[in-house]
Structures are given as C-alpha cells and as structure tokens.
C-alpha cells in the first residue's frame, strides 16, 4: 500500500504538466475550430450562447453526478459544498468578469480576426495580470517587468498594425484584435479581483455558479437572435464544431487546468500559455483560415518574451521571503 502511494504521489507532477498540456492545446485548437464554425453556418453571439449555456449545463450534470456517486458509495458527505449568499451573489461579479466580458470579446472577436492572431492575444494575459496586481494589490513592479510589459505591447501592437494595413480575415481585423485584447484584460481583472473567493471553493462548484449566472445574463439578449439563427440549415460539421468548442474547448479545458494549477506553481502554468498559438497556428495553416507572416513571427517573440520576463520576476511574496532570509 506505501509503494502505491508513493507511485501516485510520484505521478502527480506527470499528470498536472499533461492536464495542462492538454488544456493548452485543446484552447490551441479552439480557435480555428471555432473560426471555421463562425464562418460555415453560425456566428460570434451564436458560438457564445451555446458556449456559456452548454458548459454550464455540462457543470450542473457533471456536480450532480458527483454527488450521486458519493451517496451510493454510502458516504456522510455526498460532495456538495455549502456556499453562503454572499458568496453566491458575488459569483454575478465573478461570471460578468470571467466568462461573460472575457468568452464573448474573445468569441466575438475571433469571428473577426484571424484564428492566428487571436492565439497570440491570447498569451497576453499574465501582463495584464501583472499591472492589475500591481495597481490593486500593491504588487511591486520591477525593472524586468517592466521590460516584459513594454516587450508584450510591442507585439500587441504589431499585431494590430498589421490588421489595419491589410483588413483581411486571415491575416487579421484590427476590431477582433482589440476584442480579444479586452477579454485578456477582463479574465486578469477577474482573477484580481475574486481570487480569494474561486480559492474557496472546488472547481464543479466554482463553475457551476460562474456558468449559471452568466447564462441568465446572456440568455435575455441573445435568446431570439440565437433561435432566427437556427431557423436556417446548419452543416453536420458546424454542429462537430460547436460541440468540440462547448465540450473540449470549455468544460474539459476548464477541470484540466484547475487540476494543473493544484500542482505546478503559477509560473509553470503561465508557460503553458506559449502552447496555444502554436497549436493554433499549425491548425489554422492546415485548415487554410490563417495565413503566418512576418509580422506575426516578430510579434509571437516579443509577446513571449514579455510573458517570460513578467513570470520570471519576483513578487512581493518572494521579495518579502528573500528579505527576512538576509536579515
């Protein structure tokens, strides 16, 4: 029994670094995926009403049978967390934030822009948590951030300059550009401000509430136009699509990471970003909806390397730890 526990304790690295490999690549390929949807029979507020309904009716199955398998194995606990009112109002926040403004900018402005282009904004986001950090939780900003956030923007920039010179969906739109800009904003402004309250809670219970209340604030807006929608013919591999968008692309990218970040530190985790648009760009190459420039090589490099600056630096944590040790 000791040796059993000691090999799972020794495989756990190994399946955090694959579940967020995994979740990487499935966002990766999420793009052209998606593209092609929205280009073939459906589009942008379309992909984002079944994304947003889809998982949260994928997370309200998935915590119902969790439970259900908890009390046939006859324990007094049947999985369920109790989550106070408070709490529960506060997931409105936490749901307009993390999945409302972030899937639909970034939804929408994928139906837009270039599959390509809107996998490299989407490695911006450590940046966009770094200044936030520093601005609401005092978070110090060093010389090597610094450089890492001058470094992102550049790229970001080339990457809209590009769009506006050429206005090609394949190539990239300056407008799906800063959608998908905003939405990494908008996820790093969550992740700000409702750390403490998602570090409460797992990641059914977490979800189930972020999914349910996004889906009642999208569903009045987008209800009629969705249904006019549907009321024309759509293509058996659209329907593929959307369901590896919703199924993949959503719920299981979304439990592979949080089983990630229980293990790796956060730095690890943010490295895992780069896999996304080179997943994104060998799909969107083969799949002829993207096409790789020069500009989008000098941007992949700037915008990486101001990742890697920005994860590599100290925070006041590790400062604070590494000014007792000298003292």
């Given at each position: 029994?000791i040796q059993?526990?000691?090999?799972?304790?020794g495989?756990?690295?190994l399946?955090a670094?694959?579940?967020m490999?995994?979740?990487?690549?499935g966002?990766g390929l999420?793009?052209?995926?998606?593209k092609?949807?929205?280009?073939h029979?459906?589009?942008?507020?379309?992909?984002?009403t079944?994304?947003?309904a889809?998982a949260c009716?994928l997370?309200?199955?998935?915590?119902?049978?969790i439970r259900?398998?908890a009390l046939?194995?006859?324990?007094g606990?049947?999985?369920?967390?109790?989550?106070?009112?408070?709490?529960?109002?506060?997931?409105?926040g936490a749901?307009v934030?993390?999945?409302?403004?972030?899937q639909?900018?970034?939804?929408l402005?994928?139906?837009i822009t270039s599959?390509?282009n809107a996998?490299?904004?989407?490695t911006?986001?450590?940046?966009?948590a770094?200044l936030?950090?520093a601005?609401i939780?005092?978070?110090p900003?060093?010389?090597?951030k610094?450089?890492?956030v001058?470094?992102?923007?550049?790229?970001a920039?080339?990457?809209?300059?590009?769009?506006a010179?050429?206005a090609?969906?394949?190539?990239?739109?300056?407008?799906?550009d800063?959608l998908c800009?905003?939405?990494?904003f908008s996820?790093?402004?969550?992740l700000?401000l409702f750390n403490?309250?998602?570090?409460?809670?797992?990641v059914f219970t977490?979800?189930?509430?972020?999914?349910?209340?996004?889906?009642l604030?999208l569903?009045?807006?987008?209800l009629?136009h969705?249904?006019?929608?549907?009321?024309?013919?759509?293509?058996?591999k659209?329907?593929?699509?959307?369901a590896?968008?919703?199924?993949?692309g959503?719920f299981?990218c979304?439990?592979?990471?949080m089983?990630?970040?229980r293990?790796?530190?956060p730095?690890?985790?943010s490295?895992?970003?780069?896999?996304?648009p080179?997943?994104?760009v060998?799909?969107s190459?083969?799949m002829?909806?993207?096409?790789?420039?020069?500009?989008h090589?000098?941007?992949?490099v700037?915008?990486?390397g101001?990742v890697?600056l920005v994860?590599?630096s100290k925070s006041?944590r590790?400062m604070e730890?590494?000014?007792k040790?000298n003292?």
């Amino acid at each position: 029994m000791i040796q059993t526990n000691k090999e799972n304790g020794g495989n756990r690295p190994l399946i955090a670094h694959l579940a967020m490999f995994g979740a990487c690549a499935g966002w990766g390929l999420m793009a052209p995926v998606g593209k092609d949807a929205m280009t073939h029979g459906i589009d942008g507020l379309t992909m984002v009403t079944f994304r947003v309904a889809g998982a949260c009716l994928l997370f309200w199955l998935a915590s119902m049978a969790i439970r259900l398998t908890a009390l046939l194995r006859g324990k007094g606990n049947d999985g369920t967390e109790h989550v106070p009112l408070k709490d529960k109002l506060m997931f409105i926040g936490a749901a307009v934030f993390g999945l409302l403004l972030n899937q639909c900018c970034y939804t929408l402005g994928l139906s837009i822009t270039s599959p390509i282009n809107a996998s490299i904004v989407t490695t911006s986001m450590p940046i966009f948590a770094m200044l936030l950090s520093a601005l609401i939780l005092k978070e110090p900003i060093t010389g090597k951030k610094a450089l890492g956030v001058m470094m992102g923007c550049s790229g970001a920039l080339i990457l809209i300059l590009t769009s506006a010179a050429h206005a090609d969906g394949k190539v990239g739109d300056i407008r799906g550009d800063l959608l998908c800009l905003f939405a990494q904003f908008s996820f790093a402004l969550y992740l700000s401000l409702f750390n403490p309250l998602i570090r409460r809670y797992n990641v059914f219970t977490i979800n189930k509430y972020m999914f349910s209340w996004a889906t009642l604030l999208l569903l009045p807006f987008t209800l009629t136009h969705v249904s006019e929608v549907l009321s024309a013919p759509i293509p058996a591999k659209t329907w593929w699509e959307i369901a590896y968008v919703v199924c993949i692309g959503t719920f299981v990218c979304y439990i592979l990471t949080m089983i990630g970040q229980r293990t790796l530190r956060p730095t690890v985790v943010s490295v895992y970003n780069y896999v996304q648009p080179i997943v994104s760009v060998g799909a969107s190459l083969l799949m002829g909806i993207g096409v790789l420039k020069a500009t989008h090589a000098l941007a992949v490099v700037l915008v990486f390397g101001g990742v890697w600056l920005v994860t590599k630096s100290k925070s006041r944590r590790d400062m604070e730890k590494a000014s007792k040790r000298n003292c």
